[in-house]
């Protein structure tokens, strides 16, 4: 019947062996946080940041960004919200931060790596942000994106921790984090893998290029291989790794990344509904084997379409 095909989420993400998987939302505004609330996310996954201060010619103040950042963490109380610092740069350059004169934006000074120049943007940030959480009652979990080596994973550990940011973690999207991810860990209390930036730079392929999108999907197997090896390196120390680029709304292949040990999942809110059923029809032991079908695959499509396959489900998702 039509009633039965308007899914919801009712904020309870887990296999269907009750494998908890959160379920989280991507949002860059109030506005989103709140409509991200109402379809039920656990938390937030992702808050970019950027949103904030686009369109700006200067820095925004250390009161403008408290009032923009408790917008968000008031509409989860009691909850996880997941806040990147500045991701500026490349497909999101800011006036007052970015050099638009470089050659390979994407390779270039961004996101992280313009404290290399303009530390105290972070600083203020931060500020910021402790302010927000104070006056508010979510959980911030903060993360820095681009981060490359693990002298700069415990620089921002350190330095978040110093503002009285108790979780300090780091993105994965950054084909060396992975790669390093054990040592990574030493200093971040969790990670969250941008699959976007990641398949970019796996592939070597410009995610704003459509004629690429074959080489630009995380179900290439090299992209998925490298996913593995970050939850490998994370799981001795018992540290939490979700996934918020696109990948984590394609609901087939959420199972694969919770087969491969991703803990929480974050995405557009109106992909909530989709990935919580394909979730719950699964258990925990058959994600596990059909991460193994879509590493073991030697292309995208064979991985899609062989785990795909594996997941009737799909066909009444349509
Ligand atoms: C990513 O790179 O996957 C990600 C989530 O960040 P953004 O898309 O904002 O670069
Ligand atoms: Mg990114």
Redesign the pocket.
């Given at each position: 019947e039509l009633a039965s095909r308007v899914r919801v989420f009712n904020g309870d993400g887990a296999t269907k062996d009750g494998h908890e998987v959160q379920l989280l939302a991507?949002v860059g505004d109030g506005a989103a946080a709140r409509s991200a609330a109402e379809a039920n996310a656990m938390g937030v996954g992702?808050f970019?940041t950027?949103f904030c201060f686009l369109d700006q010619p200067e820095e925004p103040s250390v009161d403008d960004q408290v009032e923009a950042y408790k917008a968000v963490l008031a509409a989860f109380p009691g909850k996880k919200v997941v806040v990147?610092t500045l991701?500026a740069g490349?497909?999101?350059p800011l006036p007052f931060l970015t050099d638009a004169t470089e050659a390979n934006p994407a390779l270039g000074v961004r996101?992280y790596r313009t404290t290399r120049r303009d530390p105290e943007v972070l600083d203020h940030q931060l500020e910021a942000l402790a302010k927000a959480e104070a006056e508010t009652n979510a959980k911030v979990w903060v993360m820095a994106?681009m981060i490359s080596t693990a002298e700069e994973a415990k620089a921002f550990t350190e330095k978040a921790r110093s503002y009285g940011l108790q979780t300090a973690g780091m993105?994965i999207?950054v084909p060396s984090a992975a790669i390093m991810a054990d040592k990574m860990f030493e200093y971040a209390d969790f990670a969250?893998?941008?699959?976007?930036?990641?398949?970019?730079y796996v592939m070597a392929a410009d995610?704003l290029l459509s004629s690429l999108a074959d080489l630009s999907t995380a179900w290439q197997p090299a992209v998925l291989r490298l996913i593995k090896e970050a939850c490998d390196g994370a799981a001795p120390h018992g540290r939490p790794v979700g996934?918020?680029?696109?990948?984590a709304a394609d609901p087939a292949l959420a199972t694969v990344l919770v087969g491969l040990g991703v803990a929480s999942l974050?995405m557009t809110a109106r992909a909530l509904p989709d990935v919580d059923a394909v979730l719950k029809s699964v258990d925990l032991a058959e994600c596990q084997r059909l991460a193994g079908i879509a590493t073991s695959s030697a292309t995208a499509e064979e991985a899609r379409q062989a785990v795909r396959a594996e997941l009737p489900i799909l066909e009444e998702l349509g």
């Open positions: 991507n992702l970019r950027e990147r991701d490349a497909d999101k996101a994106p993105m999207e969250s893998i941008g699959t976007n930036d990641l398949t970019q995610r996934v918020c680029g696109e990948a974050s």
